[in-house]
C-alpha cells in the first residue's frame, strides 16, 4: 500500500473499527480541493497507510461525508459523501444513490445507527430519519424533533444540535438543542426499549475524548466495532478493585498479609484473600511477580499496555477467582492454578507456560484481532502449558504457541478447543 500522502484539509472525518474482518481501526475521510483530485479515502490511523482512494478526476470540495452502520444486510459500516454512490467495509459499490450525508445517531432499539436529518427546504428543521435500502437517496423519518413542543426548536446550518451523544447511559445517545425562544435546553432521548445491553459509550475512551475534541458538529465513534453483528464489546478501563499492583524494585512478592505490594485507595496494604486485584498501566512491569503460597483472590484484572510476568515457581492461584485480561500486553503466568473462575482474554496475549487445571477460558479477537494479524495482535493464547479445562476461540481470536512468531512451544487441551466462525491458529 502507498503513503498516505497528500491528505488535505476535509470537513468531516470518522474513525473507528470500520471493517470488523480486518485488525485495527480505519479512518475515512474527505477532502476539499485536494490537488491531486483525491475525493475520499480510507487509511489505517494506525500506519498511515491507505486502504482505498477514491478520485474525483478533477479539483473538487466535498463538502460532507459519512460512515456509519446504516445498512444491516452488509457487514460493517457504510460510507458515503456527497460523491456518487454507498459503500460498504471493503470499499464496494453498494448503491448508485445516496442521500445528502448527514450525521450519525444511535436511537432506535437495533444496533444500526440513524441519521440526524432536516425536514423541509430550509435545512432547519430537525428530525431523526432511518436509512431505507429500497429508496437509498431518501431516508425515513422515524422522529420529528422541530415542532413537537412548543415553541419549536428550529437550528441553522442543517438542523444541527448544540450536542448529541450518551450522556444518560444505556448505550443510545441524546440530542440537545435549544428551544426557539432560548427558554430551555432540550434534551431528546430514544422512547423505544431495546434487548441489546453495552455499557454507556462514555466509559469508552475514545468515544469520551471524540465528545470532547471534535471542533466540528459531526458524530463519536467507539474504539470497537458497534453494529449489526457485533460480538460482546471489550470491557471499558475503569475496573473497580480493592487492590492495586505496585510492583518494582522491593515489592515483587504476591503473598498473603505479609508483602505490601499493593495499594489500597492509595496507600501500601498487603494483599489478604477474597480481595479483588488488579495490575493496570500504573503497576510497574520491569520486575516478575512471583507468587508465595496459595492465594485465593475475589478476581484478578489485567488491564495494561504494559507486558507482565506472573511465576508460579513458589505459588499459585486458587479458589473462586475468575481472571479478565484487556490491553495490548502481554501476560505470561508460569506454574500451576487451580482456581475456578473463567478466563476471558479480551486483546493481547495470555502466554500460559505451566497448567491452568479448573478454569474455562474464552478468547476474543477484539479490534485487532482477526487473520491478518498472523498472531501478532488481538485477544490470543500462548505458550507451553496446558489448558485443562475447554477453550473457546470467539470472532478474531487467536492460539499461537510459544511466546510469539519465531518462539514455537507446544499446548495442550484438555477437555477440547472450540474454535468459531473467524478465529485462526497461527503456528510457527
Request: hydrophobic share 35%; aromatic share 10%; proline share 7%.
Amino acid at each position: 500500500m502507498d503513503p498516505c500522502l497528500p491528505i488535505v484539509h476535509g470537513d468531516r472525518f470518522h474513525l473507528t473499527d470500520i471493517d470488523p474482518d480486518r485488525p485495527g481501526l480505519e479512518n475515512f475521510i474527505i477532502q476539499q480541493n485536494n490537488a491531486t483530485g483525491l475525493a475520499t479515502a480510507l487509511f489505517d490511523p494506525g500506519s498511515g497507510q491507505m486502504i482505498r482512494k477514491w478520485y474525483a478526476g478533477a479539483v473538487v470540495d466535498v463538502g460532507r461525508g459519512l460512515a456509519a452502520d446504516i445498512d444491516p444486510a452488509s457487514k460493517g459500516l457504510e460510507y458515503f459523501s456527497t460523491q456518487p454512490g454507498i459503500f460498504n467495509a471493503k470499499g464496494t459499490q453498494i448503491y448508485a444513490s445516496q442521500p445528502f450525508p448527514p450525521e450519525a445517531i444511535w436511537w432506535d432499539a437495533d444496533l444500526s445507527r440513524e441519521l440526524v436529518a432536516t425536514v423541509g427546504s430550509s435545512a432547519e428543521s430537525p428530525a431523526i430519519s432511518k436509512f431505507n435500502p429500497a429508496s437509498p437517496g431518501s431516508p425515513s423519518r422515524i422522529y420529528t424533533i422541530y415542532n413537537e413542543t412548543a415553541p419549536g426548536v428550529y437550528q441553522a446550518y442543517g438542523g444541527r444540535p448544540q450536542f448529541w451523544g450518551d450522556i444518560l447511559g444505556d448505550w443510545r445517545e441524546e440530542y440537545l438543542c435549544v428551544a426557539n425562544d432560548n427558554s430551555e435546553l432540550r434534551i431528546y432521548t430514544p422512547k423505544t426499549a431495546s434487548v441489546t445491553r453495552l455499557y454507556t459509550l462514555m466509559h469508552n475512551p475514545q468515544y469520551r475524548m471524540q465528545a470532547t475534541t471534535k471542533g466540528y458538529v459531526q458524530a463519536n465513534y467507539v474504539d470497537y466495532y458497534l453494529g449489526t453483528g457485533m460480538t460482546p464489546p471489550p470491557p471499558p478501563p475503569m475496573v473497580g478493585a480493592d487492590l492495586l499492583w505496585r510492583g518494582g524494585s522491593g515489592s515483587t512478592t504476591w503473598d498473603n498479609g505479609v508483602s505490601g505490594s499493593w495499594t489500597q485507595a492509595g496507600s501500601v496494604a498487603p494483599f489478604t484473600t477474597g480481595k479483588s486485584v488488579l495490575f493496570d498501566i500504573s503497576a510497574d512491569s520491569s520486575t516478575t511477580v512471583a507468587l508465595s503460597g496459595v492465594l485465593q483472590p475475589g478476581s484478578l484484572d489485567f488491564y495494561s499496555p504494559k507486558d507482565q510476568v506472573i511465576d508460579g515457581t513458589s505459588g499459585s492461584l486458587s479458589g473462586g477467582m475468575a481472571l479478565m485480561k484487556a490491553g495490548k500486553g502481554s501476560l505470561t503466568i508460569s506454574g500451576t492454578h487451580g482456581y475456578s473462575g473463567t478466563t476471558t482474554v479480551w486483546d493481547g496475549a495470555l502466554i500460559v507456560n505451566g497448567t491452568l487445571s479448573s478454569s474455562p477460558v474464552t478468547v476474543w479477537g477484539g479490534t485487532f484481532g482477526g487473520i491478518p494479524a498472523a498472531g501478532a495482535t488481538g485477544g490470543r493464547v500462548g505458550g507451553s502449558g496446558t489448558f485443562s479445562q475447554p477453550v473457546t476461540l470467539g470472532y478474531r481470536a487467536a492460539v499461537t504457541p510459544g511466546s510469539g512468531m519465531g518462539s514455537a512451544g507446544t499446548l495442550a487441551f484438555g477437555s477440547g478447543l472450540v474454535a468459531q466462525d473467524g478465529s485462526y491458529f497461527s503456528l510457527d
